[in-house]
């Protein structure tokens, strides 16, 4: 069976990497999500997927140059699908706090050797202090975050998420000791994924929005799809 993960919490449906999103994704049965991480100015996990804040809240900056009390009062409901209420960037701690999913793939974005460790350490204690520790998987494109993870973190589950063929994606998330292998879904052969599920990857293939290319990845045998529409994706894969 493909699960279906809801790709910043419903993006196609609800404002991105929002509570609102998240609970969108869950009020659609859809119990596993991805979402992205940054580090506020004073080392607090956001859920934001740009580095910026311009795209989402139309405000100038970075997120590393605001503190949390700040960056939790910004509407993030900008160029997203119509909504009614602001929607603040969250704190990553609020999420799990608020939203009982099955599993999160948290990406973190590529990062210094030193901003690498600080997050994947919060992420390990965050997870820990909230015995959320079996239900998450750090993912990253970033050598340098998973090199991290793989030395700082070693029990928290590891994810390559890989956007190009131009290196072999299967030995390099074998390298970093990787569960899972996020793979960009043209990327996605069955010679591929049959490889990469041989060797013991669960692969989740992104970003997957046409019920008949959902159909087709289901057909092929993904484990998971990562979704901007998860209402869509379960009514469109419910009846398998």
């Not at 079996?134 to 750090?138: G, L, R, S």
């Not at 590891?158 to 063929?165: F, M």
């Not at 290196?167 to 390298?175: E, T, W, Y």
């Given at each position: 069976?493909?699960?279906?993960?809801?790709h910043?919490?419903a993006?196609?449906?609800?404002?991105?990497?929002?509570l609102?999103?998240?609970?969108?994704?869950?009020?659609?049965g859809?119990?596993?999500?991805?979402?992205?991480?940054?580090?506020?100015?004073?080392?607090?996990?956001?859920?934001?997927?740009?580095?910026?804040?311009?795209?989402?809240?139309?405000?100038?900056?970075?997120?590393?140059e605001?503190?949390?009390?700040?960056?939790?009062?910004?509407?993030?409901r900008?160029?997203?699908?119509?909504?009614?209420?602001?929607c603040?960037i969250?704190?990553?701690?609020?999420?799990?706090?608020?939203?009982?999913?099955?599993?999160?793939?948290?990406?973190?974005?590529?990062?210094?050797?030193?901003?690498?460790?600080?997050?994947v350490?919060?992420?390990?204690?965050?997870?820990?202090r909230?015995?959320?520790l079996?239900?998450?998987?750090?993912t990253?494109?970033?050598?340098?975050?998973?090199?991290?993870?793989?030395?700082?973190?070693?029990?928290?589950a590891?994810?390559?998420?890989?956007?190009?063929?131009w290196?072999?994606?299967?030995?390099?998330?074998?390298?970093y000791?990787?569960?899972?292998?996020?793979?960009?879904?043209?990327?996605?052969?069955?010679?591929?994924?049959?490889?990469?599920?041989?060797?013991?990857?669960?692969?989740?293939?992104?970003?997957?929005?046409e019920?008949?290319l959902?159909?087709?990845?289901a057909?092929?045998?993904?484990?998971?799809?990562i979704?901007?529409f998860?209402?869509?994706?379960?009514?469109?894969?419910g009846?398998?």
């Open positions: 069976m493909t699960l279906i993960y809801g910043r919490g993006k196609g449906e609800a404002p991105e990497n929002t609102a999103s998240f609970k969108h994704c869950l009020d659609h859809v119990r596993r999500c991805e979402l992205d991480l940054h580090l506020s100015r004073d080392g607090e996990l956001m859920v934001i997927h740009d580095p910026t804040l311009k795209r989402t809240t139309g405000r100038g900056g970075k997120v590393v605001h503190d949390a009390q700040a960056l939790v009062t910004y509407d993030a900008k160029g997203g699908p119509g909504w009614v209420s602001p603040p969250p704190q990553l701690e609020e999420l799990f706090q608020e939203c009982a999913f099955d599993h999160w793939q948290l990406e973190v974005k590529s990062a210094s050797r030193t901003r690498a460790a600080t997050t350490l919060a992420i390990r204690e965050l997870a820990q909230m015995n959320l079996d239900k998450v998987t750090i990253s494109s970033s050598r340098e975050v998973l090199r991290a993870a793989l030395e700082l973190t070693p029990d928290v590891r994810g390559l998420v890989a956007e190009y063929a290196l072999d994606p299967i030995k390099v998330a074998q390298s000791g990787c569960e899972m292998l996020a793979l960009n879904w043209t990327l996605c052969t069955p010679e591929r994924l049959l490889k990469a599920q041989r060797q013991g990857l669960h692969v989740s293939v992104w970003t997957v929005n019920p008949a959902m159909r087709r990845l057909d092929f045998g993904v484990d998971s799809l979704t901007d998860p209402g869509l994706a379960s009514a469109t894969l009846n398998r």
